[in-house]
Protein backbone atom coordinates (compact mmCIF):
# COMPACT_ATOMS: atom_id res chain seq x y z
CA UNK A 1 0.00 0.00 0.00
CA UNK A 2 2.40 2.09 1.14
CA UNK A 3 4.70 1.27 -2.36
CA UNK A 4 1.72 2.23 -4.27
CA UNK A 5 1.39 5.16 -2.71
CA UNK A 6 5.00 6.74 -2.70
CA UNK A 7 4.87 5.38 -6.81
CA UNK A 8 1.77 7.66 -7.10
CA UNK A 9 3.20 10.41 -5.44
CA UNK A 10 6.27 10.24 -7.39
CA UNK A 11 3.84 10.48 -10.35
CA UNK A 12 2.12 13.60 -9.34
CA UNK A 13 6.04 15.17 -8.94
CA UNK A 14 6.52 13.52 -12.17
CA UNK A 15 3.67 15.12 -13.81
CA UNK A 16 4.70 18.36 -12.43
CA UNK A 17 8.09 18.68 -14.08
CA UNK A 18 6.58 17.78 -17.08
CA UNK A 19 4.00 20.92 -16.88
CA UNK A 20 6.92 23.18 -16.38
CA UNK A 21 9.02 21.69 -19.64
CA UNK A 22 6.03 22.22 -22.02
CA UNK A 23 5.39 25.69 -20.02
CA UNK A 24 9.18 26.84 -20.93
CA UNK A 25 9.01 25.25 -24.32
CA UNK A 26 5.60 27.32 -25.02
CA UNK A 27 7.21 30.40 -23.61
CA UNK A 28 10.20 29.66 -25.45
CA UNK A 29 8.45 29.60 -28.84
CA UNK A 30 6.37 32.28 -27.88
CA UNK A 31 9.20 34.72 -27.71
CA UNK A 32 10.64 33.73 -30.95
CA UNK A 33 7.47 33.92 -32.61
CA UNK A 34 7.29 37.57 -31.04
CA UNK A 35 10.72 38.61 -31.98
CA UNK A 36 10.39 37.12 -35.02
CA UNK A 37 6.80 38.16 -36.26
CA UNK A 38 6.53 34.44 -37.16
CA UNK A 39 2.98 33.83 -37.22
CA UNK A 40 3.42 29.93 -37.52
CA UNK A 41 5.32 29.46 -34.54
CA UNK A 42 2.78 31.59 -32.48
CA UNK A 43 0.35 29.42 -33.77
CA UNK A 44 1.97 26.39 -32.50
CA UNK A 45 1.85 28.16 -28.79
CA UNK A 46 -1.16 28.68 -29.04
CA UNK A 47 -2.72 25.16 -30.03
CA UNK A 48 -0.59 23.32 -27.65
CA UNK A 49 -1.69 25.31 -24.79
CA UNK A 50 -4.32 22.62 -24.82
CA UNK A 51 -2.07 19.72 -23.65
CA UNK A 52 -0.90 22.30 -20.24
CA UNK A 53 -4.72 22.30 -19.71
CA UNK A 54 -5.22 18.55 -19.96
CA UNK A 55 -2.26 17.95 -17.89
CA UNK A 56 -3.27 20.13 -14.90
CA UNK A 57 -6.30 18.54 -15.21
CA UNK A 58 -5.15 15.05 -15.16
CA UNK A 59 -2.36 15.94 -12.03
CA UNK A 60 -5.57 17.21 -10.31
CA UNK A 61 -7.48 14.39 -10.86
CA UNK A 62 -4.88 12.20 -10.02
CA UNK A 63 -4.11 14.57 -6.68
CA UNK A 64 -7.53 14.23 -5.58
CA UNK A 65 -7.67 10.59 -5.90
CA UNK A 66 -4.67 9.99 -4.05
CA UNK A 67 -6.95 12.22 -0.70
CA UNK A 68 -9.63 10.20 -1.79
CA UNK A 69 -7.89 6.45 -1.28
CA UNK A 70 -4.80 6.90 0.50
CA UNK A 71 -5.88 9.68 2.52
CA UNK A 72 -2.46 10.94 3.03
CA UNK A 73 -1.54 12.91 6.20
CA UNK A 74 1.38 15.75 7.46
CA UNK A 75 3.83 16.29 4.90
CA UNK A 76 2.45 14.09 2.04
CA UNK A 77 -0.72 15.75 2.50
CA UNK A 78 0.96 19.20 2.35
CA UNK A 79 2.75 17.81 -1.66
CA UNK A 80 -0.46 17.25 -2.40
CA UNK A 81 -2.16 20.40 -1.88
CA UNK A 82 1.22 22.33 -2.44
CA UNK A 83 1.02 19.95 -6.34
CA UNK A 84 -2.91 21.73 -6.52
CA UNK A 85 -1.33 25.08 -6.38
CA UNK A 86 1.50 24.32 -8.47
CA UNK A 87 -0.11 22.93 -11.43
CA UNK A 88 -2.78 25.96 -11.47
CA UNK A 89 0.24 28.53 -11.70
CA UNK A 90 2.00 26.38 -14.38
CA UNK A 91 -1.00 26.46 -15.75
CA UNK A 92 -1.75 30.08 -15.86
CA UNK A 93 2.03 30.47 -17.32
CA UNK A 94 0.90 28.38 -19.91
CA UNK A 95 -1.71 31.35 -20.30
CA UNK A 96 0.51 33.95 -20.81
CA UNK A 97 2.94 32.37 -22.93
CA UNK A 98 -0.32 32.14 -24.99
CA UNK A 99 -1.14 35.61 -24.83
CA UNK A 100 2.35 36.32 -25.93
CA UNK A 101 1.51 34.28 -29.38
CA UNK A 102 -1.49 35.86 -29.94
CA UNK A 103 -0.07 39.19 -29.79
CA UNK A 104 2.56 37.81 -32.82
CA UNK A 105 -0.54 36.49 -34.42
CA UNK A 106 -2.55 39.44 -34.12
CA UNK A 107 0.16 42.14 -35.50
CA UNK A 108 1.85 39.69 -37.90
CA UNK A 109 3.55 40.82 -40.56
CA UNK A 110 4.42 43.79 -37.85
CA UNK A 111 6.28 43.25 -34.85
CA UNK A 112 4.33 43.78 -31.28
CA UNK A 113 7.06 46.34 -29.79
CA UNK A 114 8.86 49.16 -31.87
CA UNK A 115 12.61 48.81 -31.78
CA UNK A 116 13.34 51.14 -28.92
CA UNK A 117 11.77 48.60 -26.53
CA UNK A 118 13.03 45.36 -28.04
CA UNK A 119 16.70 45.03 -25.67
CA UNK A 120 13.89 45.42 -23.07
CA UNK A 121 11.49 42.89 -23.78
CA UNK A 122 14.14 40.66 -24.91
CA UNK A 123 15.57 40.53 -21.71
CA UNK A 124 12.44 40.26 -19.99
CA UNK A 125 11.48 37.30 -22.25
CA UNK A 126 15.02 35.93 -21.05
CA UNK A 127 14.81 35.86 -17.51
CA UNK A 128 11.06 34.67 -18.08
CA UNK A 129 12.43 31.15 -19.51
CA UNK A 130 15.22 31.07 -16.96
CA UNK A 131 12.84 30.93 -13.94
CA UNK A 132 10.34 28.83 -16.10
CA UNK A 133 13.51 26.20 -16.45
CA UNK A 134 14.81 26.65 -13.10
CA UNK A 135 11.15 26.52 -11.63
CA UNK A 136 11.80 22.79 -13.43
CA UNK A 137 15.29 22.13 -11.98
CA UNK A 138 13.77 22.67 -8.81
CA UNK A 139 10.55 20.65 -8.85
CA UNK A 140 13.04 17.80 -9.80
CA UNK A 141 16.02 18.40 -7.47
CA UNK A 142 14.33 19.96 -4.70
CA UNK A 143 17.67 22.34 -4.45
CA UNK A 144 15.97 25.29 -2.61
CA UNK A 145 19.31 27.01 -3.21
CA UNK A 146 17.94 28.02 -6.71
CA UNK A 147 15.00 30.14 -5.57
CA UNK A 148 16.48 33.53 -4.31
CA UNK A 149 18.05 33.15 -7.63
CA UNK A 150 14.44 32.65 -9.35
CA UNK A 151 13.23 34.99 -7.11
CA UNK A 152 16.22 37.89 -8.21
CA UNK A 153 15.26 37.27 -11.73
CA UNK A 154 11.71 38.27 -11.34
CA UNK A 155 13.08 41.25 -9.37
CA UNK A 156 14.84 42.31 -12.51
CA UNK A 157 11.48 41.52 -14.51
CA UNK A 158 9.69 44.06 -12.45
CA UNK A 159 12.62 46.83 -12.62
CA UNK A 160 12.12 46.07 -17.20
CA UNK A 161 8.39 46.22 -16.60
CA UNK A 162 8.48 49.52 -14.46
CA UNK A 163 11.09 50.90 -17.33
CA UNK A 164 8.29 50.18 -20.19
CA UNK A 165 6.12 52.07 -18.07
CA UNK A 166 8.82 55.20 -18.14
CA UNK A 167 9.84 54.76 -21.73
CA UNK A 168 5.87 55.62 -22.83
CA UNK A 169 5.79 57.94 -20.38
CA UNK A 170 8.56 59.98 -21.90
CA UNK A 171 8.32 62.74 -24.30
CA UNK A 172 9.80 60.59 -26.83
CA UNK A 173 7.16 57.98 -26.89
CA UNK A 174 5.54 58.78 -30.23
CA UNK A 175 3.97 55.42 -31.33
CA UNK A 176 0.61 54.69 -32.43
CA UNK A 177 -1.72 54.45 -29.29
CA UNK A 178 -2.36 50.65 -30.30
CA UNK A 179 1.38 49.79 -30.06
CA UNK A 180 0.83 51.25 -26.68
CA UNK A 181 -1.69 48.87 -25.93
CA UNK A 182 0.26 45.82 -26.84
CA UNK A 183 3.38 47.10 -25.18
CA UNK A 184 1.19 47.30 -22.09
CA UNK A 185 -0.24 44.22 -21.87
CA UNK A 186 3.04 41.62 -23.20
CA UNK A 187 4.87 43.78 -20.58
CA UNK A 188 2.35 42.90 -17.58
CA UNK A 189 2.03 39.60 -19.56
CA UNK A 190 5.66 38.75 -18.87
CA UNK A 191 5.50 39.81 -15.40
CA UNK A 192 2.90 37.77 -14.36
CA UNK A 193 4.42 34.94 -16.00
CA UNK A 194 7.36 35.77 -13.80
CA UNK A 195 4.89 36.19 -10.29
CA UNK A 196 3.69 32.41 -11.27
CA UNK A 197 6.97 31.13 -11.45
CA UNK A 198 8.01 32.34 -8.16
CA UNK A 199 4.83 31.41 -6.40
CA UNK A 200 5.87 27.83 -7.10
CA UNK A 201 9.28 28.07 -6.23
CA UNK A 202 7.78 29.21 -2.80
CA UNK A 203 6.01 26.29 -2.68
CA UNK A 204 8.48 23.86 -3.56
CA UNK A 205 10.57 25.81 -0.99
CA UNK A 206 8.07 25.26 1.52
CA UNK A 207 7.39 21.94 1.18
CA UNK A 208 11.27 20.85 1.71
CA UNK A 209 12.57 23.10 4.50
CA UNK A 210 8.89 23.73 6.31
CA UNK A 211 9.61 27.64 5.48
CA UNK A 212 8.01 30.27 3.51
CA UNK A 213 11.20 32.33 2.03
CA UNK A 214 10.90 35.97 2.15
CA UNK A 215 8.68 37.37 0.06
CA UNK A 216 10.86 39.65 -2.10
CA UNK A 217 14.85 39.05 -2.78
CA UNK A 218 16.53 42.13 -3.23
CA UNK A 219 13.49 44.74 -3.61
CA UNK B 1 -17.25 12.81 14.90
CA UNK B 2 -18.97 13.70 11.87
CA UNK B 3 -21.05 16.55 13.30
CA UNK B 4 -17.83 17.93 14.34
CA UNK B 5 -17.06 17.29 10.77
CA UNK B 6 -20.38 18.38 8.88
CA UNK B 7 -19.96 21.92 11.14
CA UNK B 8 -15.73 22.11 10.14
CA UNK B 9 -17.40 22.09 6.78
CA UNK B 10 -19.85 24.63 7.16
CA UNK B 11 -17.48 26.47 8.64
CA UNK B 12 -15.57 26.58 5.52
CA UNK B 13 -18.18 27.29 3.42
CA UNK B 14 -18.84 30.45 5.90
CA UNK B 15 -15.63 31.66 5.31
CA UNK B 16 -15.58 31.49 1.55
CA UNK B 17 -18.92 33.76 1.72
CA UNK B 18 -17.38 36.12 4.01
CA UNK B 19 -14.22 36.49 1.67
CA UNK B 20 -17.12 37.10 -1.35
CA UNK B 21 -18.17 39.55 0.77
CA UNK B 22 -14.87 41.42 1.62
CA UNK B 23 -14.01 41.09 -2.02
CA UNK B 24 -17.60 43.14 -3.51
CA UNK B 25 -17.25 45.65 -0.94
CA UNK B 26 -13.46 46.12 -1.47
CA UNK B 27 -14.03 46.69 -5.46
CA UNK B 28 -17.35 48.71 -4.78
CA UNK B 29 -15.16 51.06 -2.94
CA UNK B 30 -12.29 51.15 -5.46
CA UNK B 31 -14.79 51.74 -8.32
CA UNK B 32 -15.96 54.66 -6.51
CA UNK B 33 -12.68 56.15 -5.29
CA UNK B 34 -11.37 55.01 -9.28
CA UNK B 35 -14.46 57.26 -10.26
CA UNK B 36 -14.45 60.11 -7.70
CA UNK B 37 -10.42 60.15 -8.21
CA UNK B 38 -10.97 59.75 -4.26
CA UNK B 39 -7.54 59.32 -2.56
CA UNK B 40 -8.77 58.07 1.09
CA UNK B 41 -11.46 55.36 -0.03
CA UNK B 42 -8.55 54.16 -2.26
CA UNK B 43 -6.08 53.70 0.41
CA UNK B 44 -8.59 51.60 2.97
CA UNK B 45 -9.18 49.45 -0.34
CA UNK B 46 -5.66 48.45 -0.62
CA UNK B 47 -5.14 48.66 3.27
CA UNK B 48 -8.20 46.33 3.22
CA UNK B 49 -6.40 43.55 1.53
CA UNK B 50 -4.42 42.51 4.01
CA UNK B 51 -7.38 40.94 5.75
CA UNK B 52 -8.74 39.30 2.60
CA UNK B 53 -5.26 37.62 2.40
CA UNK B 54 -5.31 36.51 5.89
CA UNK B 55 -8.43 34.91 5.45
CA UNK B 56 -7.88 32.93 2.46
CA UNK B 57 -4.87 31.65 4.24
CA UNK B 58 -7.05 31.26 7.60
CA UNK B 59 -9.06 29.17 5.41
CA UNK B 60 -6.72 27.28 3.65
CA UNK B 61 -5.15 26.09 6.98
CA UNK B 62 -8.76 24.88 8.14
CA UNK B 63 -9.31 22.45 4.67
CA UNK B 64 -5.81 21.24 4.83
CA UNK B 65 -6.59 20.11 8.32
CA UNK B 66 -9.87 18.88 7.52
CA UNK B 67 -8.66 16.29 4.86
CA UNK B 68 -5.64 15.91 7.67
CA UNK B 69 -8.04 14.66 10.13
CA UNK B 70 -11.09 13.54 8.74
CA UNK B 71 -10.14 11.89 5.47
CA UNK B 72 -13.03 12.81 4.02
CA UNK B 73 -14.03 11.23 1.25
CA UNK B 74 -16.31 11.80 -2.52
CA UNK B 75 -18.26 14.85 -2.03
CA UNK B 76 -16.52 16.15 0.97
CA UNK B 77 -13.39 15.68 -0.55
CA UNK B 78 -14.29 17.48 -3.78
CA UNK B 79 -15.71 20.49 -1.69
CA UNK B 80 -12.50 21.08 0.09
CA UNK B 81 -10.46 20.80 -2.93
CA UNK B 82 -13.17 23.15 -4.39
CA UNK B 83 -12.98 25.32 -1.38
CA UNK B 84 -9.28 25.95 -1.71
CA UNK B 85 -9.27 26.63 -5.53
CA UNK B 86 -12.20 28.97 -4.96
CA UNK B 87 -10.67 31.04 -2.20
CA UNK B 88 -7.63 31.36 -4.26
CA UNK B 89 -9.42 32.73 -7.26
CA UNK B 90 -11.57 35.23 -4.29
CA UNK B 91 -8.42 36.13 -2.96
CA UNK B 92 -7.13 37.31 -6.45
CA UNK B 93 -10.19 39.36 -6.99
CA UNK B 94 -9.28 41.41 -3.79
CA UNK B 95 -5.70 41.93 -5.48
CA UNK B 96 -7.24 43.23 -8.75
CA UNK B 97 -9.40 45.79 -7.19
CA UNK B 98 -6.54 46.82 -5.15
CA UNK B 99 -5.33 47.31 -8.26
CA UNK B 100 -7.60 49.32 -9.37
CA UNK B 101 -7.71 51.46 -6.35
CA UNK B 102 -3.88 51.67 -6.56
CA UNK B 103 -4.78 53.86 -10.58
CA UNK B 104 -6.62 56.06 -8.15
CA UNK B 105 -4.49 56.87 -6.18
CA UNK B 106 -1.73 57.03 -8.24
CA UNK B 107 -3.13 59.60 -10.57
CA UNK B 108 -4.92 61.26 -7.46
CA UNK B 109 -6.26 64.28 -7.98
CA UNK B 110 -7.02 63.39 -11.83
CA UNK B 111 -9.00 60.89 -13.07
CA UNK B 112 -7.84 57.62 -14.18
CA UNK B 113 -9.96 57.29 -17.26
CA UNK B 114 -10.97 60.19 -20.02
CA UNK B 115 -14.63 61.08 -20.21
CA UNK B 116 -15.03 59.61 -23.17
CA UNK B 117 -14.53 55.99 -21.67
CA UNK B 118 -15.95 56.72 -18.22
CA UNK B 119 -19.82 55.46 -18.90
CA UNK B 120 -18.04 52.17 -20.28
CA UNK B 121 -15.98 51.54 -17.39
CA UNK B 122 -18.47 52.74 -15.07
CA UNK B 123 -20.64 49.47 -16.74
CA UNK B 124 -17.67 47.29 -16.56
CA UNK B 125 -17.24 47.53 -12.72
CA UNK B 126 -20.99 47.81 -11.95
CA UNK B 127 -21.21 44.31 -13.45
CA UNK B 128 -18.08 43.25 -11.63
CA UNK B 129 -20.00 44.05 -8.56
CA UNK B 130 -22.90 42.33 -9.60
CA UNK B 131 -21.19 39.34 -10.46
CA UNK B 132 -19.22 39.20 -7.36
CA UNK B 133 -22.54 39.84 -5.33
CA UNK B 134 -24.22 37.41 -6.86
CA UNK B 135 -21.27 34.93 -6.33
CA UNK B 136 -21.44 35.57 -2.73
CA UNK B 137 -25.48 34.31 -3.03
CA UNK B 138 -24.30 31.73 -4.52
CA UNK B 139 -22.08 30.12 -2.16
CA UNK B 140 -24.83 30.79 0.25
CA UNK B 141 -28.02 29.42 -1.68
CA UNK B 142 -26.15 26.40 -3.88
CA UNK B 143 -28.76 28.16 -6.46
CA UNK B 144 -27.11 27.32 -9.56
CA UNK B 145 -29.81 28.95 -11.41
CA UNK B 146 -27.67 32.06 -11.00
CA UNK B 147 -24.51 30.75 -12.60
CA UNK B 148 -25.80 31.63 -16.42
CA UNK B 149 -26.42 35.02 -15.28
CA UNK B 150 -23.00 35.36 -13.32
CA UNK B 151 -21.60 33.91 -17.00
CA UNK B 152 -23.71 36.28 -18.94
CA UNK B 153 -22.51 39.79 -17.03
CA UNK B 154 -18.93 38.24 -17.86
CA UNK B 155 -19.73 38.21 -21.33
CA UNK B 156 -21.21 41.48 -21.66
CA UNK B 157 -17.38 42.61 -19.32
CA UNK B 158 -15.28 41.12 -22.44
CA UNK B 159 -17.41 43.09 -25.07
CA UNK B 160 -16.73 46.13 -22.55
CA UNK B 161 -13.21 45.39 -22.74
CA UNK B 162 -12.78 44.94 -26.79
CA UNK B 163 -14.72 48.39 -26.78
CA UNK B 164 -12.12 49.92 -24.82
CA UNK B 165 -9.68 48.73 -27.14
CA UNK B 166 -11.64 49.73 -30.15
CA UNK B 167 -11.74 53.22 -28.91
CA UNK B 168 -8.17 53.25 -28.29
CA UNK B 169 -7.62 52.51 -31.81
CA UNK B 170 -10.17 55.18 -33.64
CA UNK B 171 -8.08 58.38 -35.16
CA UNK B 172 -10.79 60.36 -32.29
CA UNK B 173 -7.82 58.57 -29.31
CA UNK B 174 -5.91 61.83 -28.59
CA UNK B 175 -4.91 60.86 -25.06
CA UNK B 176 -1.68 61.00 -23.76
CA UNK B 177 0.02 57.47 -23.17
CA UNK B 178 0.76 56.97 -19.95
CA UNK B 179 -3.69 57.51 -19.90
CA UNK B 180 -3.44 54.68 -22.66
CA UNK B 181 -1.42 52.47 -20.25
CA UNK B 182 -3.77 53.08 -17.44
CA UNK B 183 -6.85 52.80 -19.43
CA UNK B 184 -5.66 49.12 -20.63
CA UNK B 185 -4.68 48.17 -17.45
CA UNK B 186 -7.87 49.18 -15.34
CA UNK B 187 -9.43 47.75 -18.38
CA UNK B 188 -7.56 44.35 -17.71
CA UNK B 189 -7.92 44.24 -14.24
CA UNK B 190 -11.51 44.34 -14.56
CA UNK B 191 -12.16 41.90 -17.10
CA UNK B 192 -9.95 39.87 -15.12
CA UNK B 193 -11.81 39.82 -12.39
CA UNK B 194 -15.33 38.78 -14.29
CA UNK B 195 -12.98 35.65 -14.99
CA UNK B 196 -12.54 35.05 -11.78
CA UNK B 197 -15.69 35.12 -11.20
CA UNK B 198 -17.07 33.09 -13.37
CA UNK B 199 -14.51 30.47 -12.07
CA UNK B 200 -16.02 30.34 -8.52
CA UNK B 201 -19.65 30.11 -9.70
CA UNK B 202 -18.91 27.20 -12.15
CA UNK B 203 -17.01 25.56 -8.97
CA UNK B 204 -20.04 25.66 -7.15
CA UNK B 205 -22.37 24.52 -10.31
CA UNK B 206 -19.58 21.34 -10.60
CA UNK B 207 -19.70 21.06 -6.43
CA UNK B 208 -23.55 21.29 -6.88
CA UNK B 209 -24.86 19.44 -9.77
CA UNK B 210 -21.75 17.36 -10.50
CA UNK B 211 -21.16 18.60 -13.87
CA UNK B 212 -19.15 21.45 -15.93
CA UNK B 213 -21.10 24.26 -16.73
CA UNK B 214 -20.19 24.64 -20.65
CA UNK B 215 -17.28 27.47 -20.25
CA UNK B 216 -18.84 30.74 -21.59
CA UNK B 217 -22.28 32.00 -22.49
CA UNK B 218 -23.85 33.96 -25.58
CA UNK B 219 -20.21 34.08 -26.57
Not at 146 to 164: K, M, T
Not at 176 to 198: I, Q
Amino acid sequence: MRKVFQAELHQVGEELIQISQLVTEALTKADAAFRGADVELAQDVISADARIDFLQNDLDERAIDILALQGPVAGDLRMIVGALRMSASLERMGDLARHIAQLARLRYPALVVPSSLRATFAEMAELDITISTQVGVLLDSRNVELVPEIQAANSRINELHRSVFAAIASPDWNEKPVTTVDVTLASRYLERFGDHGVSVARKVSYLVTGQWQPEAYAQ
